[in-house]
């Protein structure tokens, strides 16, 4: 899926164009091993990581804890979290988990995400993404036909649990509507940061 390259853009991003210190909110954490990597050696003053699943908390607990801040974890709906949240955050990172939601739902956690940021601040998504023009079953079929060789690890149950979440959870957007998804929550930008090579998904970046 790419999450070294994933992460490590984060990484870059946090020490380049991150506010100095940043609140970094961590919307659907799991266990947090790709944020802690991106996180190592950053200003971060506070980690706040939200996730539905009880064991992927208890992981990131232990991961997070060589960060030099406070860290509370929530376990919660991140759709039904943010409606209420009233703690800022300078920096908030979704990783491969709004494409859960539907697009009116998607719409509705990115106007929650832009109130809670201050001008300078930084929201950052990766998400699956539709090729111009492809549609849902387009994308499925390009998951599963084109990407088998690089989940070489994964027996053939393993592959076809994976393959059958997809089937029920997964819902990309094409990379116009996951900018206009931004701008339409009141982002002043919102740019593709990153591309994967298999362009099964994308890093989207808003600014405040
Ligand atoms: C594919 S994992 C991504 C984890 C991490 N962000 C990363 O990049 O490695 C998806 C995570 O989203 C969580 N999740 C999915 N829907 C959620 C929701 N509505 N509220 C909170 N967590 C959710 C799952 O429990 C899971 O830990």
């Known amino acids: 899926m790419f999450h070294r390259e994933v992460y490590s853009l984060l990484h870059k991003i946090l020490i380049t164009e991150a506010p100095k210190p940043f609140r970094f909110l961590d919307i659907a954490c799991g266990d947090a091993m790709g944020s ?15 996730d539905l699943s ?57 106007r929650h995400v832009r109130r809670l940021l201050d001008q300078g601040g930084l929201f950052l998504i990766w998400e699956p993404t539709l090729r111009d023009g492809e549609d849902r079953d387009g994308w499925l079929d390009r998951f599963e036909y084109g990407s088998r060789p690089l989940w070489a690890e994964l027996d053939a149950s393993e592959w076809n649990a994976m393959l059958m979440h997809m089937w029920e959870s997964d819902y990309p957007e094409p990379a116009s509507a996951c900018h206009a998804l931004g701008l339409e929550a009141g982002f002043r930008s919102a740019e593709t940061v990153f591309v994967a090579p298999s362009e099964l998904a994308q890093v989207y970046c808003y600014r405040p």
Not at 38 to 44: F, K, R, S, V, W
Not at 74 to 81: G, K, M, S, Y
Request: with cysteine.
């Open 36 to 50: 802690a990597t991106a996180l190592n050696g950053t200003e971060i003053s506070r980690y706040i990581g939200i």
């Open 54 to 110: 009880e064991p992927a908390l208890a992981l990131a607990e232990e991961t997070l804890k060589p960060l030099p801040c406070p860290v509370t974890l929530v376990q919660a709906d991140f759709a039904e979290a943010l409606v209420d949240w009233a703690e800022p955050a300078d920096v908030a990172w979704i990783g491969m988990s709004l494409h859960h939601l539907e697009t009116p739902a998607k719409g509705k956690v990115v």
